[in-house]
């Protein structure tokens, strides 16, 4: 990149902004900072390149002039990479575009599979990001940017003139300071601009006929003592969790009606991008609720959620041993439960120790696997660990895959999923970034590899697609691992190559799964779409799958050497489910003009949109809220409520349907006149007709105007 160099600089130095701080304190070292900052503007993205949440490629020259813009290099893999979105969404929440802030997100690809511009709209959308994202898909801005590492933000000024760099993550409370400085002293040169940008969110461009389920994450299951299967879905990207019965019918809905972290009843309880899922028995299922950095633990007799672990806040601990709500956590990515005899036989002369429940968990987080003691235990080197003990029993924190006879001298790269052997005493380990498959002695702690990743621990580039044993096989960012009845075999979802495989644990030999289905366009299981989840069923001959990206629960019959058939779960109610939401019986009902949509369901676009008269407007120091109301959980919607009430923007699927039903918007505001704070509750109701020959995909706008004394559909 061309630049003016200044010998004394160091390259976007961050190191010298600080030292700028340090002799002019905070405010007024960023200003002489500012003064003095002579970076040539960056070269503009390359045209031809594909955008995601704006209708247009952005341009230095025209969007973005007068703007200052924090360029986000990242990649939808990178664990740290996701830990910077909530620092960013606090921040673009503090500062609007018309502010004179923009971010921008600069995917470029580690992995082959996250090249493809389908595969990062997934993840834009998974991910709930809402601001502009580009594929980098050579790295050209990665390149002129002069950027080494994943995650890496870079400060720009309102001529694309950059301020700072900042590498990796944990960098909010510096980034919200230098953005809020650059505003002040760019503004005072006059120099932002408090233009709109083009956007349209990336969630219009969901399919048409996606059904109930949004990127579900991880799928587990429950055999009772009569043999009656229980499903548990995590539908990550509703916030919710579902309980299915084996032929896919909805029994139990929890959370789901917003986007948080709050115990509590099943349909009150908040969770935020959950992944992981383990049955502890018939009625107690415990949770990874990844994006909360918290385990959850779900009573289905009780019908109430309690948090186990974690304060729902990211952690950076890598060592733990608090009490589990008062040890914080990293992003936990799966579980499962072992019950392992008390290795304390002081008391138990017989020889016959009691069995205790242990909760082993994949802290992605932070590189590790982490266990919560259900019970009191005596374990690994006749160490006793009190009952809500929360700790990391294996990897060192560094990201590498290293294997080692010693558990804390191993390491890990992003496990994000586990099973278990039980009559082994094994645990296998989804590692992602090393896309590897790994094994834990749950005897001595003894780290040892199955299939994948390479012998050198520092290269985690090591993916592809081949079959073979050991480090000869090669996976591509695998998720999910499921262990058979027997023992003797482990299957795979290998994500990114988007395919199941299969392992033979006595020769640690990997296989691609084969169909002979006639819908395949080749002889693999190309159909999956990004599957991270999957678990086999009591018999061992099927296989549920949680395809993420094609958002659906796949089951497979296993034969002998093949896939014999792939088909779909059905989700259908056994009953109906009625809003709960408070407001419905207080609050005005507008009745907006009716919508129709097809008999087989479809995409509903809907928005809101408010216009205020006489005076009234909004309160800025009052917090405004909305929320979609649906009808049954077989509907869903994203966003499913938020705070920009100004436009409210969502998508919603609706399922095939006869019967004609509405859609309710609870909006819960507080407005104002020059002399008096008005709160304005009121729900926009849209009726919603089914019929043969309406279209599957339609668009609504309703317009609300509010005066002091009136609420009326425009």
Sequence with gaps: MDMEVDENYLYYSHEKLLRFIDIHGDQEGITEYLRTVKYASVKDFKPGLEWFNVSEPLSFSKHLKGKIVILDFFTYCCINCMHIIPDLKEIENEFSVEDGLVVIGVHSAKFENEKNSENILAAVQRYNITHPVVNDSDSDMWQNCDVHCWPTLLILGPNGNPIVMLTGEGHKEDLQSYVKGALEYYNKEKLISNHKLPFKSAYHLLPDLKGPLLFPGKITNYIDENGH?????????????????????????????RLGFKDGNLEDAEFNNPQGLTFQSKDVLYVADTENHSIRRIDLATGTVDTVAGTGRQGHDKTGGKPGKQQAISSPWDLVLYRTPDMDLTFHPDGKPPVRDVLIIAMAGTHQIWALFLDDTVWWKCKKYLAGTCINIAGSGREENRNNNYPHAAAFAQPSGLALCEKKRELYIADSESSSIRRLSLVDGKVTPVVG???????????????????????????????TPDERNLFIADTYNHKLKKVDLSENKIVTLKSAASDMTDSATSQFREPAGLCVSSNGKKLYVADTNAHQIKLVTIGKNSINNVEMFSLKLKEKFVNTVSSISTASVLTARELKINTSGGKLVLKCNLKFENGLGLNSEGVQRWVINLPEPTWSCVPKNGQDVKMMDTVISVPPHKNNNNIDVSFNLVTCTTNACLPKNFIVRIPVFFE?????????????????NNIRIG
Aim: charged fraction near 20%; charge should be negative; proline fraction near 1%.
């Design 229 to 257: 299967e229980t499903l548990a879905i995590s539908d990550t990207g509703n916030n919710r969790i579902l309980i299915v019965d084996s032929d896919g019918n909805i029994t139990k809905v929890i959370g789901g009606m």
């Design 692 to 708: 043969n020959s309406a279209s599957i995909n339609v668009e609504r706008v309703v317009d609300v105007v509010l005066d002091t």
């Design 453 to 483: 990743g390479d012998r050198n621990p520092n290269n985690l580039f090591a993916f592809g697609d081949k079959d073979g044993i050991l480090h000869e096989a090669k996976l591509q960012h695998a998720l999910g691992v499921a262990v």
